[in-house]
């Protein structure tokens, strides 16, 4: 089982959410960044473990993150790198989760 994505998501979204604060002061950017940082780690250690909901948790913080980085995008006019990169991220996360949970389930 693969569990690489959700730790590599996890040291990239603390680690621009606390470069986001340092650069900017953006308390938003540190909160979100190290929230879903958290979450997708908590996600990886439930794959890894081969414990139930892991890759639901996954899914839901790839949802939250496209979520998230949408209005920034629509904001920029899609001109911004970071909301793009955080965009795209969370799509991807969220197609490769949704198809992890949906074999996970249904064997799919």
């Known amino acids: 089982m693969s569990h690489h994505p959700s730790f590599t998501l996890a040291a990239?979204?603390?680690?621009?959410?606390?470069?986001?604060?340092?650069?900017?002061?953006?308390?938003?950017?540190?909160v979100g960044g190290l929230g879903l940082g958290l979450s997708y780690a908590f996600a990886?250690?439930?794959?890894?473990?081969?414990?139930?909901?892991?890759?639901?948790?996954?899914?839901?913080?790839?949802?939250?993150?496209?979520a998230a980085a949408a209005p920034r995008v629509a904001r920029t006019r899609a001109r911004a790198p970071v909301p793009l990169a955080l965009a795209a991220a969370g799509l991807l996360a969220t197609y490769y989760y949704q198809r992890k949970v949906r074999e996970f389930r249904f064997g799919v």
């Open 12 to 30: 990239l979204l603390a680690a621009g959410g606390t470069a986001g604060y340092v650069r900017a002061g953006s308390t938003p950017s540190l």
């Open 44 to 66: 990886g250690y439930l794959l890894r473990e081969n414990k139930d909901y892991g890759a639901e948790l996954a899914l839901g913080s790839s949802v939250a993150l496209t």
